[in-house]
């Protein structure tokens, strides 16, 4: 079971990037998905979730209307489009396979992790 991740890089304050993870087809069938965020020193924090079929996507209040999550499950892709970037968006970004067909927002909802992409967001 592999998450890969990847996308990431720097970007100016008010840029955009577009983050993709794959997943294995035994990981993304019938999954919610999630994006979570590491800052250096701080905790990982939930970002975006969507459910299985995509029809319900959870945000962090810090990110709505910036980002948005979607998912292709032919390609048993995910993806995180992230618009007008802040240094403050600036953590290591991973995706996460839920345990359900829901997205929660707690941290052990998911049992599959990816590596990690590098966000860096400069002033």
């Known amino acids: 079971v592999q998450l890969q991740a990847c996308g990431g890089g720097l970007v100016q304050a008010g840029g955009s990037l577009r983050l993709s993870c794959t997943a294995s087809?035994?990981?993304?069938?019938?999954?919610?998905m999630a994006w979570f965020r590491q800052a250096p020193g701080k905790e990982r924090e939930f970002v975006a979730g969507i459910s299985w079929r995509g029809g319900s996507t959870t945000y962090a209040d810090s990110v709505k209307g910036r980002f948005t999550i979607s998912r292709e499950n032919a390609k048993n892709m995910v993806f995180l489009q992230m618009n007008s970037l802040k240094p403050e968006d600036t953590a290591v970004y991973y995706c996460?396979?839920?345990?359900?067909?829901?997205?929660?927002?707690?941290?052990?909802?998911?049992?599959?992790w990816g590596q990690g992409t590098q966000v860096t967001v400069s002033s």
């Open positions: 087809r035994r990981v993304l069938s019938n999954n919610g």
């Open positions: 996460a396979a839920s345990r359900s067909s829901i997205a929660t927002m707690a941290r052990n909802g998911y049992h599959y």
